[in-house]
């Protein structure tokens, strides 16, 4: 025969092994969706270049008011910079364990970059390294950059006729500044430039580290023999190279090279992130992004 407090025992084991089972259940079997949206951009360390991630943050916010938005940065160089004072910005793993850490089951991840290059390739890794990963999340997709196929190109060129300034005439050329790189997207930029020599020959893509250079944007515009310059970031940001290769006053500066050969010269200090039009783009390919994560 059992005593009460032997009845009482068994009682509390019993309770504990349910509600174990219970639990169980709820981690394996209905396990609660829950979506989240990592914008992953190279980062800049100029607050008022951010201001264009701000922006584009908050046109994601419209077109997706009940998911959480988060960020990390693809450049160290810049997130170190930003941590000595005081700002830590996750790289790509960090945000994506931080998010698997809080239940999220579901990730569309974006690339705020602009073509797919080494920073694109890097994440790309990462993305793919966290669909190994045990009790990682359930589904994680991988956005577009700005320049991937035809139709994006396409896109992304109508979208940056949109950003030239409205006081720009028709004489007058436009050239926007891309990064440039080694790796074998940089074809994007000679591309881009063909593109754009399909609707306004007087708009022309240029890099500072790659190909086509400063040297052969001066032979375009030589060739088109124009007064005036528009000057604009191909850039997400308009941040350091921005407001110092293109802008800045120090006589190697893209603005201060070509004035030098007596344009007059505007440059235009928004990044791309911060625009209408193209963050239009950036925006379509996040809902192609969702979409799929969610059939
Ligand atoms: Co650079």
Redesign the pocket.
């Known amino acids: 025969m059992k005593t009460n407090i032997e009845m009482m025992r068994l009682r509390t084991v019993l309770l504990t092994l349910l509600l174990g089972v219970g639990m169980a259940i709820s981690a394996h079997g209905s396990k609660e969706k829950k979506t989240g949206i990592l914008l992953v951009a190279f980062g800049s360390s100029y607050d008022n270049a951010r201001e264009a991630y701000s922006y584009f943050e908050k046109r994601v916010h419209e077109e997706f008011p009940d998911t959480e938005v988060r960020w990390a940065y693809t450049s160290n160089m810049v997130r170190s910079i930003l941590k000595k004072r005081g700002f830590d910005m996750d790289t790509p793993a960090e945000a994506l364990a931080h998010m698997c850490d809080d239940g999220f089951t579901r990730i569309a991840v974006q690339s705020l970059h602009v073509i797919p290059g080494d920073e694109y390739d890097y994440l790309k890794q990462v993305v793919n390294s966290f669909r190994q990963v045990p009790k990682g999340p359930e589904k994680i997709v991988l956005g577009k950059p700005l320049f991937f196929l035809h139709h994006d190109v396409e896109a992304s060129v109508q979208a940056l006729l949109k950003v030239i300034p409205e006081e720009r005439k028709p004489n007058e050329a436009v050239v926007f500044m891309g ?1 440039g790189t080694e790796h074998a997207a940089n074809i994007y930029y000679p591309g881009v430039n063909y593109y754009f020599s399909q609707t306004d020959d007087l708009v022309i893509a240029g890099t ?2 790659g190909f086509p250079g400063l040297k052969e944007v001066k032979e375009e515009l030589r060739e088109a023999s124009v007064k005036r310059i528009w000057l604009l970031p191909l850039m997400a940001v308009a941040g ?2 921005a407001q110092n290769d293109m802008a800045g006053p120090e006589a190697d500066s893209w603005k201060s090279q070509l004035e030098a050969e007596g344009y007059e010269v505007h440059p235009v200090l928004k990044g791309l992130a911060g625009t209408q039009a193209v963050a239009d783009v950036w925006i379509s390919h996040l809902k192609e992004t969702v979409h799929e994560l969610e059939n």
């Open positions: 990064h500072v580290e350091d190279h």
